[in-house]
Every structure is written in C-alpha cells, then in structure tokens.
C-alpha cells in the first residue's frame, strides 16, 4: 500500500514539521511513502535528509501523478493543506484509477463561512479532522456525512523533551532568575486574541515587577502588534523572537504557557506545551475542554475577560504544587493521546480501512 502525501506547505511550521515527522514515522512501520510537494520548499528538504522520496510538481492533479506512476491501483492519496485541495480528484478518476483519497482539513479552514473548497471536499473518501468540535463544522459539507475521522495533531516526544534544559534560551534572552516568563507561541494572525493578551500584559507588568512575557512567532500582524506594544509601555517587559526552529528550548524556559487565542480550534502549541509538562492557562472553549480538563492539565479562563486569565496567571504561579500535578498529568496526556505512535497507528489504521473497502467494492 502506497501512500501518497500531497503538500503545498513551503515553511517551516507546525503543519511541515507534523508532515514530516508523521512521513518518517510511516516508513519506518513499512509503508511505501512518498512526497509530492509543489514547491522546492523546507518539506522538501528535509523529506530528502530523511530518504523519503519526493516529487515535486507545481499543480498535482492526478493526470500528472498518474503520467509520473507514483499511484498504482491500491494506494491512498492524503492531502495536507488547503493549497492542494483544489488537485483533489473526482469520484469517477479515483475509482477509475483504483485509490482512495484522503484530507487533513484543520484549524480555521472549518471557520471560514465562504470556505471556497467545499466543492473539492465533497470529493474525498474520508476526511481528517483534529477535534470533534472541528468534525461539527462540517456540517455545511452534507455529502461528507458519517465520512469525518477525529485524530488529534501529534507531537514527537523525542523533540520536545520535557528534561530540555531551559539555561540556552534564558541565557541568550538575558532573563534574570528571578523573573517568571510568561509565554505563548503563535502566528500573529486573526487567530490570536490581541486585545485579551494586551490587556493580560498590563495587569501582570502593572502589579508584578518579576514578570515578563515571551511571545514566539511569525505573521501578517507582527508589526501592529509590536506598535501597540510600544504605545503600552509594555516593550521592556515583552521579548519577541520572531520565528524559532528549536522551538522546544523556548517552551522549557517558559514558566507558565499562556495560550492566547478566542478562535475555538485545536493548534500545534498548545499541544506541544502539553508535551513539554508546561503549566498552561488557556481559554475555556470546546476544543480545549475536550483535550484537557481545567485544574487537571491547566486553567481555564474566560476567553473575553483580561481580568480572568490575569487572575488565573497570579493563581497558578503561586502555587509550585499546582504546577507540579498539571506538568505531571500533560506529560501522561500527552503520551496516551498525542505522541506520534498513537496518531500514526490512527491514520494506518484508516488507511487499510480504505483499501479494504475499496477492494470490497
């Protein structure tokens, strides 16, 4: 059984890293793996270094994979991203061709009402999802119907070690030891929750002197975002690192994770501070609660109240056995739910699952 991952990711992030990590998991559990990328992009580079073959082909439709013969009757094709969900193929070429097909439809492509792909969707033979409030969205998709899986994104354990030594990051950003970091990791884009985390900023810099922030990432917004804090006075409190490849050694010399966001998805972060044993304030939305269960793997704040998440960084911070119960349980959760054994084992199993029936048909 050949699986063909398709990708139109060209940075590095936590899409690429997911795709790699879960490609190079794959071949090594036997599966015939191989890459079709649109672009001579990270994905790419870092697939080769891995011995994973890869094609790359700037608009993958299944005549050119098919002209190329990377899918032989019996394969699954698995799409990535919303870049090349418009080369999903119709019913009538995949039955025809003897695949199966394929998507992993995350994060804030079910939030957008106009979503311009659904037409390609209904195509798929299955459809992957990363929470069960993420698979009710697709209610808008009716042809889908019972065809939605749920398989949390994973994380790979051996990366984000929770014994990570913190003194690399802490040294280089010149953090005194007696300040406690508070830090979130995001795209600055209509994801993150601005106002909220602003107003969180003051209250915290306002009242506690030995507290500074840590905010990692990239994004269309990041330079409105150092303005305003600037016109704050909040710039000598905040340190901001732009993009990071390592990005483990900055969830280690985090304190506490502050997950700052009022769009009810799952992300990348807040799975990899779960990973790291990271005490973690996040807002109480559905996808959290159905990941962590508030007091046991962090707290819940009110994802419209400033008040509420400060209130709840000043409770957590002053209470060292609170913080040692929640990283002891991530560090559990994260190794039954979210390790990359488990997820990979979820897609094979669906895999074969298409393949039976398709051979049934």
């Not at 409190?237 to 050694?249: C, H, P, R, S, V």
């Amino acid at each position: 059984m050949r699986i063909v991952h398709i990708s139109g990711i060209e940075k590095k992030g936590g899409r690429a890293s997911f795709l790699i990590d879960l490609m190079l998991k794959q071949s090594e559990e036997g599966l015939d793996v191989y890459l079709v990328t649109t672009s001579d992009s990270w994905v790419k580079e870092e697939a080769l270094i891995r011995k994973i073959p890869v094609l790359v082909i700037k608009k993958p439709s299944l005549a050119k994979l098919a002209k190329n013969k990377q899918i032989p009757a019996g394969s699954v094709i698995h799409y990535h991203d919303s870049a090349v969900y418009k080369y999903i193929p119709k019913q009538d070429a995949v039955r025809k061709a003897g695949i199966m097909t394929i998507a992993d439809v995350h994060d804030y492509d079910w939030k957008i009402k106009s979503f311009p792909f659904t037409k390609y969707l209904e195509r798929l033979d299955r459809v992957i999802a990363a929470s069960n409030y993420e698979k009710s969205l697709s209610r808008d998709i009716p042809m889908l119907g019972n065809q939605i899986d749920v398989i949390p994104k994973p994380v790979y354990l051996k990366r984000f070690a929770v014994e990570a030594s913190p003194q690399p990051v802490l040294s280089r950003l010149s953090v005194p030891p007696e300040i406690s970091l508070i830090g979130t990791v995001s795209r600055f884009d209509e994801t993150l929750n601005y106002e909220l985390l602003i107003a969180t900023m003051k209250l915290c810099v306002a009242n506690h002197d030995d507290i500074e922030f840590l905010l990692i990432g990239d994004g269309p917004m990041k330079e409105e975002f150092i303005k305003r804090i600037n016109n704050e006075g909040l710039t000598a409190k905040t340190l901001m690192t732009g993009f990071q490849d390592n990005i483990a050694q900055y969830y280690a010399a985090i304190d506490i994770y502050f997950h700052c966001t009022f769009m009810d998805m799952l992300s990348f972060s807040v799975v990899e501070a779960i990973a790291m044993g990271k005490p973690i304030i996040a807002p109480n939305l559905s996808t959290i609660r159905e990941i962590m269960t508030n007091n046991v793997h962090g707290l819940f704040y009110n994802v419209e109240s400033p008040d509420s998440a400060y209130e709840l960084i000043v409770e957590l911070r002053g209470n060292p056995d609170l913080q040692k119960k929640i990283r002891e349980n991530n560090c559990e959760l994260a190794k039954k739910k979210f390790s990359l054994d488990v997820v990979s084992k979820d897609y094979t199993r669906i895999y074969k699952k298409m393949i039976d029936s398709l051979t049934k048909a």
